[in-house]
């Protein structure tokens, strides 16, 4: 399989980027990796790929349906807590979740960010979006959404 035939990871890209004399030749080079798909294409082949129902994903994320399907058809685009939801729905790891958030063109988790820190933390270690909202809640946190507990 060569380089072209198979898709190339974050990773792997940045260490040829890095490792390449001329940025042109590099862009020339490598420049199918620079589209990223929409959101709602991604989110629908993520279904597809793990054999699950739009409507699963949704419950699990705690998103009104019908915006949810909206989402799903491409017609919204999400905030970043509702794509820190479909992290959730979809019950990425952290990782997972980084890329679905580049995918949404939101900015990452940071671990220096106390609230992020959270959310990875409970990303890692495989929390509800449940038990996620009450961990953000016991530590005085806003909670993903914007919605109260209770």
């Known amino acids: ?3 072209k035939s198979r898709a190339i990871t974050t990773e792997e890209l940045w260490a040829r980027l890095f490792a390449a004399k001329n940025a042109g030749n590099f862009m020339a080079e490598y420049s199918e990796n620079y589209e990223l798909p929409s959101f709602s294409d991604y989110i629908t082949d993520l279904c597809k790929s793990r054999g699950e129902k739009p409507e699963q994903v ?8 019908s915006y949810g399907h909206r989402l ?10 509702t794509v820190i939801q479909f992290a959730y729905g979809f019950e990425l790891d952290v990782n997972e979740t980084q890329q ?8 990452g988790l940071h671990p220096k960010i106390k609230r992020d820190s959270v959310i990875a933390y409970c990303l890692h270690n495989k929390f509800t979006l449940m038990e996620t909202q009450q961990f953000l809640y016991d ?4 909670l993903i959404g914007g919605g109260r507990l209770g």
């Open 58 to 65: 949704i419950r699990r994320a705690n998103i009104e349906s």
């Open 72 to 81: 799903f058809a491409g017609g919204r685009n999400p905030s970043r807590d």
């Open 100 to 107: 679905l958030l580049v995918i949404a063109r939101h900015a």
């Open 139 to 142: 530590n005085s946190l806003p």
């Open 1 to 3: 399989m060569t380089d």
